[in-house]
């Protein structure tokens, strides 16, 4: 298949890893657009991504959660980014770690210029905890979009992880976010995921 048919079935295809960073200094210039991922340690953040650009170690997956230290920054066509953010909660992280992710994390949300929308991940199984809460609190001033990923959708019942979205869609209410169910194991909701990123990308970040 060659890269541009590919592209053109996945848009998120050909993506391509560029940079890390492990605090602001060490950001990339803002270009284009910019697509950021993020999520608790234990969420699946790795497996959705590489599950997305249909590459099993784009994004790097470990058996033990918290192993995402830095910003990193994938580059697709057209000057457009995906960017995996370090996943955040893991208690066996020492404190001060995970004080220097959060401050990371926060700040790169709130002044990233090129920023222009959020995949929140969440467990279908314990969405919107705490944590997740305060992810959104520090983006979703800006205006800008929210996409959730309810992923592991495999571990429960069609109707029981239904119902998790349907609860979810209720909490939150009138916000700009929307949400769908995931699996990276059975590649369920990938393509819609895909389309709703692809939607982002198209957006010029803000002046």
């Known amino acids: 298949m060659t890269g541009s048919l590919r592209t053109r079935l996945n848009p998120l295809a050909n993506a391509r890893y560029v940079a890390s ?6 950001l990339p210039p803002p270009a284009g657009p910019e697509v950021a991922f993020a999520g608790r340690s234990n969420a699946g953040k790795s497996s959705a991504i590489n ?14 959660p918290g ?3 830095l910003i990193n920054f994938f580059s697709l066509a057209g000057d457009r980014s995906l960017v995996d953010l370090p996943g955040y909660g893991f208690a066996k992280v020492p404190e001060r770690e995970r004080n220097r992710w959060d401050a990371l994390i926060g700040s790169y949300l709130m002044e990233r210029r090129s920023l222009t929308a959020l995949i ?5 199984r314990h969405p919107m905890t705490p944590l997740d809460e305060q992810l959104l609190g520090w983006f979703l001033p800006s205006g800008r979009p929210v996409h959730i990923l309810l992923t ?5 019942s069609r109707q029981q992880a239904g119902r998790q979205l349907a609860l979810l869609r209720q909490r939150l209410g009138n916000m700009r976010v929307t949400c769908q169910l995931f ?5 369920s909701g ?10 982002f990308l198209e957006t010029e970040p803000a002046p």
């Open 21 to 26: 960073a492990h605090d602001l200094t060490q």
């Open 51 to 64: 599950a997305l650009v249909g590459h099993n170690r784009l994004a790097f997956v470990s058996k033990t």
């Open 152 to 156: 592991k959708a495999d571990k429960l």
């Open 190 to 199: 990938v393509e819609e995921a895909r389309e709703v990123i692809a939607d």
């Open 183 to 187: 699996s990276s194991l059975k590649q």
């Open 67 to 69: 192993r995402t230290q």
């Open 120 to 124: 929140a991940i969440m467990d279908v």
